[in-house]
């Protein structure tokens, strides 16, 4: 179950939510999750190559897929906020644990 947690830009103060834990609603909807939420060229990817993988394999390889993208896209998607300079604005705790699951000092 992914767990939300708050992030804010130093310079412009916009807040946006990072997530860390299994994505469901990736695992269930592909690469819509990241088209919502503004990764368009990853959403694009991951719809794309779901679309491949269950073309040659009679929809097998679309449950693998999910099932590997559900595991690792809320961690990619808050890592890339971080990156883009977000800092974490959320109760310690839940910082302390978004760090831990992340691997961020």
Known sequence: MATAVRLR??????V???????S??????GGFPALMRGDVWI????????LV???????????AV???WAFIYNK???????EQGYVFDDDPRRVADAK??????
Not at 53 to 63: D, E, I, M, P, T
């Open 43 to 50: 959403g694009l990817a991951i719809l794309a190559g779901s």
């Open 16 to 22: 946006r939510t990072g997530y860390y834990g299994f």
């Open 100 to 105: 831990r699951t992340l691997g961020v000092a």
């Open 76 to 82: 990619r998607y808050t890592l890339g906020l971080l």
């Open 9 to 14: 830009h130093p310079q412009s103060g916009i």
């Open 24 to 29: 469901w609603t990736s695992f269930f909807f």
């Open 53 to 63: 993988a269950s073309a040659f394999s009679a929809g097998l390889l679309w449950f």
């Open 66 to 68: 999910g099932l590997v």
